[in-house]
């Protein structure tokens, strides 16, 4: 009997060995999807979900370029309307003002030369889609998307965080 056991447990150790090597591995997989209309880095790699600014002592914050294009199902249609969300802008998250307001810092959003604001913007499509029905596959033409300190100057030592949203839409009316 005793020489039952050892094999027996034997066997045991080593399924349970067998199962301490095992492994899983999960990855989420998410996806944002307009199947009409996207905004992406001029390659067609998606924009970065976060940048950094460069702040200068004395000068303030370094502006932040990214080539991006806009992509669209309908190259031909009518005209694309960009805006921001809401006002862009930096919050100190670790400071406050002396009477315990928030330190903000405005910030300014271009695409191309077009300064974006709260209010939609017609962007006519055969400006940013030259190429017309080809721009399906080659988007449109590319522009720097830029962000930067709205007033330049020296800024109160802290963390500052913010959001810039950019909503894109486009009009079903033909022409632009």
């Given amino acids: 009997m005793k020489y039952m056991?050892?094999?027996v447990v034997a066997a045991f150790l080593l399924s349970m060995a067998g199962s301490a090597l095992a492994v899983q591995k999960d990855i989420t997989v998410t996806a944002n999807i307009d199947a009409a209309l996207d905004m992406t880095q001029s390659d067609g790699s998606a924009l970065?979900?976060?940048v950094e600014m460069q702040y200068i002592p004395g000068?303030?914050?370094s502006p932040v370029?990214?080539?991006s294009k806009i992509w669209s199902n309908a190259p031909t249609g009518g005209a694309v309307q960009m805006r921001l969300v809401s006002p862009a802008q930096l919050v100190n998250t670790t400071g406050a003002n002396s009477n315990g307001s928030a330190i903000t810092v405005p910030l300014s959003v271009a695409w191309g030369t077009l300064a974006l604001t709260t209010t939609n913007?017609?962007?006519a499509v055969t400006d940013i889609f030259p190429n017309g029905a080809?721009?399906?596959t080659t988007g449109s033409v590319a522009r720097e998307l830029t962000i930067s300190q709205t007033t330049k100057g020296a800024l109160t030592t802290g963390s500052y965080q913010g959001v810039v949203s950019i909503y894109l839409?486009?009009?079903?009316?033909t022409g632009g």
Avoid: E, W
């Fill in 5 to 7: 056991v050892k094999p």
């Fill in 169 to 173: 839409s486009q009009s079903a009316a």
């Fill in 121 to 123: 913007q017609a962007l």
């Fill in 134 to 136: 080809d721009a399906l």
């Fill in 48 to 50: 970065p979900k976060s």
């Fill in 65 to 67: 370029s990214i080539m």
């Fill in 59 to 61: 000068t303030g914050l």
